[in-house]
């Protein structure tokens, strides 16, 4: 196979310079690189390994003032739906859109569960924001 390719490379080196002569190539100059090289010998193969921080997921809050998100970015962080997001912390879908959005906050008896589902304290839970109304 890399004979082959070594083959077709002389070839077309054999026929560049009477590409470049000053008369106009003749009908019999043809280049069968066809017949030499097949698909993936022209080039190597190149294995990249890109390092950086992975983006957050659409929607991530960037900047974490409440409880709600920072439920709504370890939700999205670990790929999961608000229903699935609900079961593990024993409440409604609704009440997780509920604290995500910022019209409530959790109740306290929720509190070591949010914990245990974050992962750590998220710290201030009396902080909410005001409903968005565009």
Known sequence: MVLK??????AILAIIPALHAAEPPRSEVTLPLKDYLTLGDE???YHLR??????????CPRELRTVGDHLKKARL???????????????????IENWESGKHVPRAYLRERIVCFLG???????????????
């Open 77 to 95: 962080l670990r790929g999961l739906f608000r229903k699935e997001a609900a079961t593990a912390l024993g409440v409604s879908g609704e009440t």
């Open 120 to 134: 750590y304290d998220p710290g201030d839970w009396t902080a909410s924001t005001a409903p968005r109304d565009a």
């Open 43 to 45: 080039l190597p193969f």
């Open 5 to 10: 390719g070594l083959l077709g490379l002389l």
């Open 50 to 59: 890109l390092r950086g921080p992975m983006p957050l997921p659409r929607g």
